[in-house]
């Protein structure tokens, strides 16, 4: 088999073909995924694969440590890599995954020190149309500001909480331990890629609560400008699931948003793997 990449948008993201997963792949051929991946700025998708649980894990171990993540309710028995992102019903009618994850522009695990470095989310069903991923470009956002004020961003930090997204996006109310686990961190508004050395705004929705130094009127006008010119739709690519696809994406320089549109449609129901990212340097 030989792998073959095509540019999927304008913007970010390519597609993959030409590589099973699930039979393992040469360490060249992760090479020129993972190279695809950082050259198509941190989107990637990896089409027909057919993954059992442990595949996938060990397919996401290539890029890293994996999280587990902190609100185990979604996380799927024997499988503490995994966190299961569905509105299939189970027992009692309960849904057995979150339905509600990423209902909004977020970079995964931001609310972390180190934050992640990538996620790997595996289709096992999708609705026949509705429930698309969208990604936005991190790298794009930063490159389109003014060189003014990217020499402001440079230098500052912003707080980032695991709370601010369940107070504002979510009905799921997490344990007073899970909430205790993750108190505020904070990160450089403007981060530099290990990989690809580019600079990219990080800041997001879901979490970042505040710019460190600011007044609260300051910081919240700073932030909505940044958030709405970093989900222009000239930045995004919009992703339509297909079964069995694998998409990575690259936490450090993209935000993705989970549309919700898929309830009484049809069944969504996805895995996905964390990888931790790099320790800061001491
Ligand atoms: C997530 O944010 O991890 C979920 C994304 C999705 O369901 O498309």
């Known amino acids: 088999m030989t792998l073959n990449i095509q540019q999927i948008s304008p913007v970010l993201g390519a597609i993959a073909t030409g590589a099973d997963l ?61 966190y299961r992102v569905s509105n299939k019903p189970g027992e009692g009618g309960k849904y057995l995954g979150n339905p509600q994850a990423g209902n909004h522009w977020h970079t995964d695990n931001s609310y972390l020190d180190p934050p992640a470095k990538a996620s790997l989310l595996y289709a096992a069903e999708v609705p026949p149309v509705g429930g698309d991923t969208l990604f936005a470009s991190m790298y794009r956002a930063y490159e389109t500001l003014s060189p003014a004020l990217r020499k402001v961003l440079d230098r500052l930090e912003a707080e980032h909480h695991f709370e601010n997204a369940l107070s504002n996006f979510s009905t799921f109310k997490a344990t007073d331990r899970q909430i205790d686990a993750t108190p505020p961190v904070r990160h450089p508004m403007v981060t530099v890629h290990p990989d690809t050395g580019r600079k990219s705004l990080y800041v997001n929705p879901g979490f970042t609560t505040r710019i460190v130094g600011m007044n609260a009127d300051e910081s919240e006008a700073i932030l909505r400008f940044l958030f709405s010119h970093a989900t222009q739709p000239q930045f995004i690519y919009q992703h339509r699931w297909q079964a069995h696809d694998l998409v990575i994406w690259d936490n450090r320089c993209t935000m993705h948003y989970a549309v919700q549109n898929f309830y009484g449609v049809g069944t969504r129901d996805l895995y996905r793997t964390t990888v931790k990212g790099d320790a800061k340097a001491a």
Do not use: C, M, N
């Not at 060249?28 to 190279?35: D, P, S, V």
């Not at 171990?61 to 024997?78: A, I, M, S, Y």
């Open 22 to 82: 699930a039979s393992g792949i040469t360490d060249e051929t992760f090479e020129g995924l993972h190279q695809a991946w950082l050259e198509h700025d941190g989107v990637l998708v990896v089409r027909g694969q057919a993954l059992s649980h442990e595949q996938h894990i060990e397919f996401s171990r290539r890029f890293g440590d994996l999280d587990h993540h902190v609100v185990t309710q979604f996380v799927p028995e024997k499988y503490p890599e995994l």
